[in-house]
Nanobody
């Protein structure tokens, strides 16, 4: 079993930055590809970014490409999401997800383990 806990959410003005972190524990962290998803009120959970288990491959949703950067530190069992130039439409609960595969997944159903989420609110 793998547990993950997100942190770093908060309230920020449009144009500002936030850095989300996800701390994983339990089974060995390294075998998992990881991703960030988000869910706004009344909307489905959507893909934000993902990274392969080695960190050598990353993918982003078009809506965040060029503004967000995903990274991981396998020595510290952590996943990060640097979010710059934030917009009000980025407001959502952000979730860290892990899957027991090297391949990056784009759908929520691809991931087996989820954190509890952290709220990001961007004011206009």
């Amino acid at each position: 079993q793998v547990q993950s806990v997100e942190s770093g959410g908060g309230l920020v003005q449009a144009g500002g930055s936030l850095r989300l972190s996800c701390a994983a524990s339990g089974r060995t962290f390294r075998p998992y590809a990881m991703g960030w998803f988000r869910q706004a009120p009344g909307k489905e959970r959507e893909f934000v970014a993902a990274i392969s288990r080695s960190g050598g491959s990353t993918r982003y949703a078009d809506t965040v490409k060029g503004r967000f950067t995903i990274s991981r530190d396998n020595t510290k069992n952590t996943l990060n999401l640097q979010m710059n130039s934030l917009k009000p439409e980025d407001t959502a609960v952000y979730y860290c997800a892990l899957r027991s595969s090297n391949a990056i997944g784009y759908a929520a159903r691809d991931y087996e383990y989820w954190g509890q989420g952290t709220q990001v609110t961007v004011s206009s």
